[in-house]
């Protein structure tokens, strides 16, 4: 049976049409970051909005769900204007992030498929099965823990099906925690799962069934100019 988790908004909160975002974004890597208006917690991206001198910090649900509005340049924006402005610096922002943890594990690693990883990523902005085993594999060379689920992978095609399938068991396994609900399920029904996930009949684990029933985080796929960076308001945690 699915199990479901109902956020309510915070009584402080009141009315969100009365917030404005303040453009400042913070990306939390090791996705412990909370949102002050629904107290969902594990979040990568938060946004700060404010309200006169309050200020909280909202995650992608949120942005999604209530009516917040914003100003540029002295110019109120619409919903419609607002979404779309925090729609860009977010996807500038991730593909930042993943960009230089990438390029500094290549920098620390001496495996050359690690520049190959790399100019992977900046041509594609998301990883292929068989690149997200190499890059996942390296990352202990960081000081800094790293969630692997701050990164896409690739498994909509055939293609990136079988080369994830052709993946030795521990790479498999390196790779599912990255993979989303949806992308779990059409592995596992095409005979790809991890053995850990699986019983001695072949059938997923009970444990691992009520995973796939859950959420994923939000994807947010749009490409975007790498080398223009951010408004300076942006905020990051890494």
Same mark, same amino acid.
């Given at each position: 049976m699915q199990i479901s988790t109902r956020y309510t908004l915070n009584e402080f909160v009141r009315d969100p049409k009365d917030w404005q975002f303040t453009w400042g974004l913070k990306d939390?890597? =090791?996705?412990?970051?909370?949102c002050d208006f629904c107290g969902q917690q594990e979040q990568r991206l938060t946004y700060e909005v404010a309200r006169g001198d309050d200020r909280m910090w909202v995650c /992608? @649900?949120?942005v999604g769900r209530y009516p917040i509005g914003g100003e540029r340049e002295g110019n109120v924006l619409d919903l419609r204007a607002a979404r779309d402005y925090i729609h860009?610096?977010?996807a500038r922002?991730? /593909? @930042?992030?993943?960009h230089d943890i990438i390029r500094e594990v290549q920098c620390l690693s001496a495996d050359?498929?690690?520049e190959e990883t790399l100019v992977y990523y900046e041509r594609n902005l998301m990883l292929s099965p068989q690149r997200a085993a190499v890059l996942f594999a390296a990352m202990t060379l960081l000081t800094e823990r790293i969630d692997v689920r701050i990164f896409e992978i690739q498994t909509r095609s055939k293609a990136h099906q079988d080369e994830f399938g052709t993946l030795a068991d521990a790479e498999r396994m390196i790779v599912w925690p990255a993979l989303s609900a949806q992308q779990r @399920? =059409?592995?596992?029904?095409?005979?790809?799962?991890?053995?850990?996930v699986v019983n001695k009949r072949g059938r997923l684990r009970p444990e691992i069934q009520i995973e796939l029933t859950g959420s994923c985080m939000s994807a947010l796929t749009a490409s975007a100019d790498m080398t223009r960076r951010p408004d300076?308001?942006?905020?990051t945690t890494v």
């Open positions: 939390d890597v =090791r996705l412990e970051s909370c /992608q @649900r949120c860009g610096l977010t922002l991730k /593909q @930042r992030t993943c050359p498929a690690m @399920r =059409r592995l596992v029904s095409l005979g790809h799962a991890p053995s850990s300076k308001l942006i905020k």
